[in-house]
Protein backbone atom coordinates (compact mmCIF):
# COMPACT_ATOMS: atom_id res chain seq x y z
CA UNK A 1 0.00 0.00 0.00
CA UNK A 2 1.33 3.41 -0.85
CA UNK A 3 2.27 5.75 1.83
CA UNK A 4 0.13 9.16 2.05
CA UNK A 5 2.22 12.08 1.26
CA UNK A 6 1.37 15.58 2.40
CA UNK A 7 1.90 18.83 0.78
CA UNK A 8 1.75 22.49 1.30
CA UNK A 9 -0.92 25.23 0.70
CA UNK A 10 -0.59 25.86 -2.93
CA UNK A 11 1.12 22.91 -3.42
CA UNK A 12 4.64 25.01 -2.74
CA UNK A 13 7.82 22.33 -3.43
CA UNK A 14 10.33 22.32 -0.85
CA UNK A 15 12.54 19.92 -3.16
CA UNK A 16 15.99 20.28 -3.88
CA UNK A 17 18.29 18.99 -6.47
CA UNK A 18 22.01 16.76 -5.59
CA UNK A 19 23.21 20.02 -7.40
CA UNK A 20 21.93 22.85 -5.76
CA UNK A 21 22.81 20.66 -2.31
CA UNK A 22 26.42 20.72 -3.93
CA UNK A 23 26.16 24.42 -4.39
CA UNK A 24 25.32 25.26 -1.20
CA UNK A 25 27.86 23.47 0.65
CA UNK A 26 30.58 24.74 -1.81
CA UNK A 27 29.42 28.56 -1.30
CA UNK A 28 30.25 28.00 2.49
CA UNK A 29 33.50 26.40 2.24
CA UNK A 30 34.45 29.89 0.93
CA UNK A 31 32.53 31.62 3.74
CA UNK A 32 33.88 33.83 6.66
CA UNK A 33 31.46 33.76 9.52
CA UNK A 34 32.04 35.24 13.01
CA UNK A 35 30.38 33.02 15.34
CA UNK A 36 32.14 34.97 18.37
CA UNK A 37 28.55 35.77 19.55
CA UNK A 38 26.97 33.08 21.84
CA UNK A 39 22.77 33.40 22.83
CA UNK A 40 23.35 33.99 26.74
CA UNK A 41 22.46 31.84 29.40
CA UNK A 42 20.23 33.09 32.31
CA UNK A 43 20.32 31.21 35.65
CA UNK A 44 16.45 29.07 35.46
CA UNK A 45 14.46 29.71 38.10
CA UNK A 46 13.57 26.11 38.59
CA UNK A 47 12.56 26.33 42.13
CA UNK A 48 9.62 28.41 40.99
CA UNK A 49 8.78 26.90 38.07
CA UNK A 50 8.23 23.55 39.60
CA UNK A 51 6.49 25.49 42.47
CA UNK A 52 4.17 27.59 39.81
CA UNK A 53 0.51 26.18 38.25
CA UNK A 54 -0.96 29.79 38.65
CA UNK A 55 0.72 31.94 36.18
CA UNK A 56 1.58 31.59 32.72
CA UNK A 57 5.18 31.29 32.06
CA UNK A 58 7.79 31.19 28.74
CA UNK A 59 10.98 29.57 29.43
CA UNK A 60 13.46 29.60 26.31
CA UNK A 61 15.50 26.13 26.43
CA UNK A 62 17.17 26.54 23.03
CA UNK A 63 16.33 26.64 18.81
CA UNK A 64 12.50 25.89 19.19
CA UNK A 65 12.30 24.15 22.57
CA UNK A 66 10.38 25.99 24.80
CA UNK A 67 8.82 25.29 28.69
CA UNK A 68 5.62 26.68 28.82
CA UNK A 69 3.27 26.88 31.82
CA UNK A 70 -0.09 27.40 30.15
CA UNK A 71 -3.94 26.87 32.18
CA UNK A 72 -2.40 25.21 35.11
CA UNK A 73 0.01 22.44 32.51
CA UNK A 74 3.64 22.26 31.65
CA UNK A 75 4.69 21.76 28.33
CA UNK A 76 7.45 21.77 25.84
CA UNK A 77 7.46 22.44 22.03
CA UNK A 78 9.90 20.29 19.91
CA UNK A 79 11.89 19.35 22.44
CA UNK A 80 15.68 18.76 21.92
CA UNK A 81 18.36 19.04 24.51
CA UNK A 82 21.17 17.05 22.05
CA UNK A 83 24.49 17.86 22.30
CA UNK A 84 24.81 17.39 19.10
CA UNK A 85 22.80 17.43 15.73
CA UNK A 86 24.91 15.50 13.16
CA UNK A 87 28.30 16.52 12.75
CA UNK A 88 26.77 20.10 14.27
CA UNK A 89 27.60 20.80 18.20
CA UNK A 90 25.20 22.44 20.33
CA UNK A 91 26.57 26.42 20.03
CA UNK A 92 24.66 26.48 23.55
CA UNK A 93 23.75 24.92 26.88
CA UNK A 94 19.99 24.25 27.06
CA UNK A 95 18.28 26.60 29.58
CA UNK A 96 17.32 24.11 32.14
CA UNK A 97 19.13 20.60 32.25
CA UNK A 98 17.10 17.66 31.06
CA UNK A 99 17.22 16.30 34.52
CA UNK A 100 15.69 19.31 36.19
CA UNK A 101 12.76 19.97 33.97
CA UNK A 102 9.45 20.42 35.93
CA UNK A 103 7.00 17.16 34.98
CA UNK A 104 5.76 17.41 31.89
CA UNK A 105 1.64 17.28 30.85
CA UNK A 106 1.75 17.85 27.33
CA UNK A 107 4.51 17.62 24.32
CA UNK A 108 3.66 19.06 21.24
CA UNK A 109 5.80 18.54 18.10
CA UNK A 110 5.58 20.55 14.86
CA UNK A 111 7.20 17.74 12.44
CA UNK A 112 9.59 14.81 12.26
CA UNK A 113 13.06 16.84 11.53
CA UNK A 114 15.40 15.81 13.91
CA UNK A 115 16.02 19.21 15.65
CA UNK A 116 12.50 19.29 16.45
CA UNK A 117 11.61 15.33 17.23
CA UNK A 118 14.31 13.93 19.30
CA UNK A 119 13.34 10.41 20.38
CA UNK A 120 16.28 10.46 23.27
CA UNK A 121 14.53 14.32 25.10
CA UNK A 122 11.14 12.64 24.74
CA UNK A 123 11.85 9.58 26.76
CA UNK A 124 13.43 11.43 29.77
CA UNK A 125 10.27 14.17 29.16
CA UNK A 126 7.49 11.48 28.95
CA UNK A 127 5.58 9.89 31.83
CA UNK A 128 2.57 8.10 32.67
CA UNK A 129 0.90 11.42 33.00
CA UNK A 130 2.30 12.81 29.49
CA UNK A 131 0.27 13.38 26.58
CA UNK A 132 2.33 13.80 22.62
CA UNK A 133 0.80 15.90 19.71
CA UNK A 134 1.14 15.11 16.59
CA UNK A 135 1.29 15.91 13.19
CA UNK A 136 -0.93 13.34 11.27
CA UNK A 137 0.95 10.76 9.98
CA UNK A 138 3.70 10.34 12.72
CA UNK A 139 1.33 8.76 15.95
CA UNK A 140 2.26 5.14 14.47
CA UNK A 141 5.74 5.45 14.77
CA UNK A 142 5.04 7.20 18.06
CA UNK A 143 3.35 4.69 19.13
CA UNK A 144 6.18 2.09 17.94
CA UNK A 145 8.51 3.96 20.31
CA UNK A 146 6.34 3.57 23.19
CA UNK A 147 4.88 6.72 23.80
CA UNK A 148 1.17 5.06 23.91
CA UNK A 149 -0.86 8.33 25.01
CA UNK A 150 -0.12 10.21 21.58
CA UNK A 151 -2.63 12.46 19.82
CA UNK A 152 -2.40 12.88 16.45
CA UNK A 153 -3.67 16.38 14.69
CA UNK A 154 -4.84 18.01 11.32
CA UNK A 155 -4.36 21.19 9.62
CA UNK A 156 -7.42 23.55 11.50
CA UNK A 157 -8.15 20.46 13.50
CA UNK A 158 -9.06 21.62 17.67
CA UNK A 159 -9.03 19.48 20.18
CA UNK A 160 -9.29 20.25 24.01
CA UNK A 161 -6.93 18.80 26.90
CA UNK A 162 -7.17 19.62 30.17
CA UNK A 163 -8.40 23.82 29.95
CA UNK A 164 -6.80 24.01 26.84
CA UNK A 165 -7.65 24.73 23.52
CA UNK A 166 -5.22 23.28 21.08
CA UNK A 167 -5.52 24.14 17.54
CA UNK A 168 -2.96 22.69 14.69
CA UNK A 169 -2.54 25.51 12.12
CA UNK A 170 -0.36 25.37 8.76
CA UNK A 171 3.00 26.19 8.03
CA UNK A 172 5.63 25.93 4.59
CA UNK A 173 7.67 23.07 5.39
CA UNK A 174 8.63 19.24 4.65
CA UNK A 175 9.94 16.27 7.02
CA UNK A 176 11.89 12.96 6.24
CA UNK A 177 13.96 10.90 8.80
CA UNK A 178 15.17 8.59 6.54
CA UNK A 179 15.77 8.33 2.82
CA UNK A 180 11.75 6.35 2.67
CA UNK A 181 10.08 8.84 4.42
CA UNK A 182 9.88 12.26 2.76
CA UNK A 183 6.90 14.07 3.69
CA UNK A 184 4.90 11.05 4.96
CA UNK A 185 3.56 12.98 7.95
CA UNK A 186 2.43 16.75 8.35
CA UNK A 187 3.77 19.49 9.58
CA UNK A 188 2.52 22.64 11.37
CA UNK A 189 2.28 24.99 14.29
CA UNK A 190 -0.35 25.49 16.98
CA UNK A 191 -2.47 27.65 18.72
CA UNK A 192 -2.99 27.60 23.01
CA UNK A 193 -6.43 29.22 24.12
CA UNK A 194 -8.36 28.44 27.25
CA UNK A 195 -11.14 26.07 26.91
CA UNK A 196 -13.54 27.76 28.84
CA UNK A 197 -14.35 30.83 26.35
CA UNK A 198 -17.03 32.11 28.58
CA UNK A 199 -14.86 32.84 31.91
CA UNK A 200 -13.17 35.99 31.80
CA UNK A 201 -9.99 36.08 30.00
CA UNK A 202 -6.98 35.69 32.25
CA UNK A 203 -4.86 34.00 29.97
CA UNK A 204 -3.19 35.32 26.11
CA UNK A 205 -3.77 32.79 23.41
CA UNK A 206 -0.47 31.47 22.51
CA UNK A 207 1.04 31.06 18.56
CA UNK A 208 3.95 28.29 18.64
CA UNK A 209 4.87 28.98 14.86
CA UNK A 210 7.29 25.39 14.24
CA UNK A 211 9.36 25.93 11.42
CA UNK A 212 8.15 27.43 8.03
CA UNK A 213 8.93 29.67 5.10
CA UNK A 214 7.11 32.92 4.48
CA UNK A 215 3.68 31.62 3.13
CA UNK A 216 -0.09 33.05 2.77
CA UNK A 217 -1.08 30.95 5.65
CA UNK A 218 0.26 32.92 8.21
CA UNK A 219 -2.66 36.24 7.15
CA UNK A 220 -4.67 32.79 7.20
CA UNK A 221 -4.30 32.10 10.78
CA UNK A 222 -4.19 35.83 11.85
CA UNK A 223 -7.74 35.85 10.51
CA UNK A 224 -8.93 32.86 12.28
CA UNK A 225 -7.23 33.30 15.43
CA UNK A 226 -7.07 35.97 18.06
CA UNK A 227 -3.28 35.78 18.69
CA UNK A 228 -1.39 38.03 21.65
CA UNK A 229 2.49 36.07 21.70
CA UNK A 230 3.84 34.52 18.37
CA UNK A 231 6.89 32.38 18.72
CA UNK A 232 8.49 32.72 15.51
CA UNK A 233 11.87 31.70 13.84
CA UNK A 234 14.34 33.75 12.73
CA UNK A 235 17.35 31.57 11.67
CA UNK A 236 18.62 29.19 9.64
CA UNK A 237 18.19 31.30 6.43
CA UNK A 238 21.07 31.32 4.33
CA UNK A 239 21.84 30.86 1.54
CA UNK A 240 18.00 32.23 0.74
CA UNK A 241 18.04 30.73 -2.77
CA UNK A 242 18.25 27.54 -0.82
CA UNK A 243 16.45 28.37 2.47
CA UNK A 244 13.49 30.38 1.69
CA UNK A 245 10.64 27.84 0.87
CA UNK A 246 11.57 26.14 4.30
CA UNK A 247 13.06 29.39 6.47
CA UNK A 248 11.52 32.77 7.13
CA UNK A 249 14.55 35.17 6.98
CA UNK A 250 14.29 37.48 9.80
CA UNK A 251 12.23 40.41 7.64
CA UNK A 252 10.20 37.16 6.48
CA UNK A 253 9.43 36.73 10.34
CA UNK A 254 8.20 40.47 11.52
CA UNK A 255 6.09 40.26 8.67
CA UNK A 256 4.49 36.65 9.47
CA UNK A 257 4.36 38.40 13.29
CA UNK A 258 2.58 41.51 11.96
CA UNK A 259 0.27 39.07 9.24
CA UNK A 260 -0.60 36.74 12.49
CA UNK A 261 -1.93 40.27 14.27
CA UNK A 262 0.05 39.10 17.25
CA UNK A 263 0.97 41.38 20.35
CA UNK A 264 4.00 39.99 21.20
CA UNK A 265 6.69 38.28 19.42
CA UNK A 266 9.52 35.89 21.08
CA UNK A 267 12.18 34.89 18.14
CA UNK A 268 13.34 31.43 18.21
CA UNK A 269 14.98 28.94 15.65
CA UNK A 270 18.27 30.22 15.85
CA UNK A 271 21.45 30.66 17.85
CA UNK A 272 21.48 26.92 18.71
CA UNK A 273 22.23 24.64 16.13
CA UNK A 274 24.50 25.58 12.75
CA UNK A 275 21.74 24.40 10.56
CA UNK A 276 22.53 26.64 8.19
CA UNK A 277 25.10 30.04 7.18
CA UNK A 278 23.77 32.68 9.01
CA UNK A 279 24.54 33.29 12.84
CA UNK A 280 22.89 34.30 15.69
CA UNK A 281 24.43 38.15 15.50
CA UNK A 282 23.31 38.45 12.12
CA UNK A 283 19.97 37.08 12.65
CA UNK A 284 19.33 39.36 15.29
CA UNK A 285 20.23 42.44 13.74
CA UNK A 286 18.14 42.21 11.10
CA UNK A 287 15.30 41.54 12.73
CA UNK A 288 16.20 44.95 14.53
CA UNK A 289 16.18 46.68 11.65
CA UNK A 290 13.26 45.31 10.19
CA UNK A 291 11.40 46.05 13.68
CA UNK A 292 12.58 49.86 13.21
CA UNK A 293 11.56 49.51 9.54
CA UNK A 294 8.17 48.57 10.13
CA UNK A 295 7.87 51.41 13.21
CA UNK A 296 7.52 48.01 15.84
CA UNK A 297 7.46 49.03 19.49
CA UNK A 298 10.46 47.90 21.19
CA UNK A 299 8.77 46.05 23.96
CA UNK A 300 6.69 44.27 21.42
CA UNK A 301 9.52 41.73 20.72
CA UNK A 302 10.83 39.70 23.51
CA UNK A 303 14.66 38.75 23.04
CA UNK A 304 15.15 35.79 25.39
CA UNK A 305 18.18 33.96 26.51
CA UNK A 306 18.53 30.52 27.05
CA UNK A 307 16.76 29.45 30.46
CA UNK A 308 15.38 33.19 31.03
CA UNK A 309 11.16 33.14 31.79
CA UNK A 310 8.74 35.51 30.91
CA UNK A 311 5.57 35.50 33.08
CA UNK A 312 2.51 36.55 30.93
CA UNK A 313 -0.37 38.36 33.47
CA UNK A 314 -3.17 39.03 32.62
CA UNK A 315 -4.05 41.33 29.13
CA UNK A 316 -0.66 40.38 28.09
CA UNK A 317 0.96 42.00 30.50
CA UNK A 318 4.46 40.27 30.50
CA UNK A 319 7.57 40.71 32.94
CA UNK A 320 11.15 39.01 33.35
CA UNK A 321 11.47 36.18 35.79
Not at 95 to 114: Q, R, T
Not at 125 to 154: I, Q, S
Request: proline share 6%; glycine share 6%.
Amino acid sequence: MPKTRYHNVDNVSTDKSLKEFRQWREERRRKKKDYSYVVPNTPPKVSYLSENRLENTITWIGHSTFFLQYEGMNIITDPIWARRLGFEKRLGQPGIPLSEVPPIDLILISHSHYDHLHIASIRKLYRAGTTLVVPVGLKRKMLRKGFHNCVEMEWWQEITLGKIKLSFVPTQHWTRRTPWDTNTSHWGGYILEPADSGNQKSSPNLYFAGDSGYFPGFKEIGNRYKIDIALVPIGAYEPEWFMTSQHVNPEEAIQAFLDVGAETMIPMHYGTFRLADDTAREALDRMENARVKHAISEERIRILGYGETLVVQKENRTSGE
